[in-house]
């Protein structure tokens, strides 16, 4: 057959070449050595998982750490699935976490010289590679109809073979020049596969940068390269692309594992070199003692919305994911508090091969360590935004006078060993409720001490209560008032003494006017908590806790 007469009947629009594609329109990249090329390509389906934040983030940073490119490439060919505002769905929940791109379809406007970076826009790149594959007799026109591929797979498994459009069974393969004008000409539907030049029984190895060394099998399907509209299969326009665009390594899911060998042939047939691959295992979570993927179905997590209705920083997440990446980040992190996160070198090949084991208690503890190290008016900041989309009776008492609310936060925080009691912006109102007269019922905790006593603790406290005294005098005064209670004025005389010597200690008494003061019986220091109260809140929350005992 006349390779090049079938190539022009199939593409008579397709005037720029391939060759012109690979060396002209989309020419080779000027990097420094050992910069990596990377992307993060969603459908436009609306959701992002956080198993695409985690994908995302780990293209991210062995593209930037590496004086290389990051690009976000919108795979939309698949039309059924796109959901209007899928893309701003997803660009939006991105940025939330504090991951950037340099090129791409962007908030602002397409950015880079190897666009259009969406792939519905990109049609006549991939007739144009479909039309050369055709010129090497390596591409086909198929005209079988849905009822004739089904009989195909029904025939296969009749005959236990390979299910696929292959060999025998690839109807089209061999159909003359005559025969395809014929049925062209008859108005016929029609879709462009690949002449696969795999063989049966092949066998292909690649090593994959997670995953080390994988045998499969070659591909000898003749898979679909253009559906009947023109539009590409995944497949087809992921090796087109990446191959245009420079992408040196595709970093993505283990999912596409099986998809290796079509992948790796496609850039054979299409003289172009692989890029290294990178398959990152899933996020996992453990259920009845076993472990599976986490679920958009069934676990709230797996969705970024979650963490945002939830109010974890952008920080906490990303921490945590890179524990999840890296086994040695924690180490690091440890050893260097203070130093950014892009400060660590990620390591592909650091990455474990099974599923991480998403763990929220592990997320709220990782949280909590980054908000111990904000600053007091971030944490201000930070709380009233997020109270303000999710929380509208604690907005508008955090809001009312943010240089009190930024005096709450300040309590405590800095130091060697700030508190840690605030893993997300939730976790605010019960936090700091008692600041608040119209939360002050909220979360309220019952001292197990006789009322009488409680009385008598309170009485005498009100005695000697200065709202002027420092710390030093203010728990002085604590102590001072423990022997006339039947109270130890130190935590080391109550347990040296015999039991029953004492009541309690200068520990339990101040836990009575804590708990007047807060409703609580864990807050931050005490001494601070009044001051920022005053006194006349203090004196009056003392006489209600008084007369309701």
Known sequence: ???????????????????????????????????MVTRFAPSPTGFLHIGGVFTSLVNERCAHQSGGVFLLRIEDTDKKREHEGGISAIMSGLEGFGITFDEGELPGGEKGSYGPYTQSRRGLIYQAFCK???????????????EELDEIRKRQERDKALPGYHGEYAKCRNLSYEQIEENIKAGKSYVMRLRSPGKPGGRIKYKDVI?????????????VLLKSDGIPTYHFAHAVDDSLMGTT???????????VNIHLQLFHVLGMKPPKYAHVPPIMKEEDGSKRKLSKRKDPEAAVSYFSEEGYPK?????????????????WRRANRELPYTDYKFRLDKMGQSGALFDLKKLHSVSSEVISRFTAQRVC???????????????????????????????????KKPRKDIAKWSDIRGYCAYFFDELMHEGREELEMDAQLQKQVLGEYLKVYDPC???????????EICPRLGFAPEVKEFKAAEPGTYKGHVGDVSAVVRAAITGRKNTPDLHAIMNL?????????????????
């Open 249 to 259: 390594h595709v970093i993505r899911g283990d999912e596409w594992v099986p998809s």
């Open 381 to 415: 900041d930070d709380a009233i935004a997020w109270a303000e989309k999710y929380d509208k009776e604690l907005y508008s008492c955090l809001a009312r006078d943010r240089e009190y609310t930024a005096k709450i936060f300040a309590i405590d925080r800095g130091g």
């Open 533 to 549: 109260l005053g006194s006349e809140k203090c004196i009056n929350r003392m006489n209600k806790y008084i007369e309701n005992l």
């Open 132 to 146: 050369e594959l055709v010129e090497k007799g390596l591409a086909y026109p198929c005209f079988c109809t849905e």
């Open 211 to 223: 995953k080390g060394q994988i045998e499969m099998d070659e591909n000898i399907v003749d898979i």
């Open 1 to 35: 057959m006349d390779n090049m007469k079938l190539a022009e009947l199939l593409f008579p629009h397709i005037k720029i070449t391939a060759e012109q594609y690979r060396n002209e329109v989309f020419p080779h990249r000027q990097l420094p050595e050992g910069a």
């Open 469 to 479: 005294d420092d710390k030093d005098t203010w728990f002085a005064k604590m102590k």
């Open 315 to 331: 920080e906490g997440v990303i921490e945590y994911l890179l524990t999840l990446a890296n086994s040695g980040y924690e180490d």
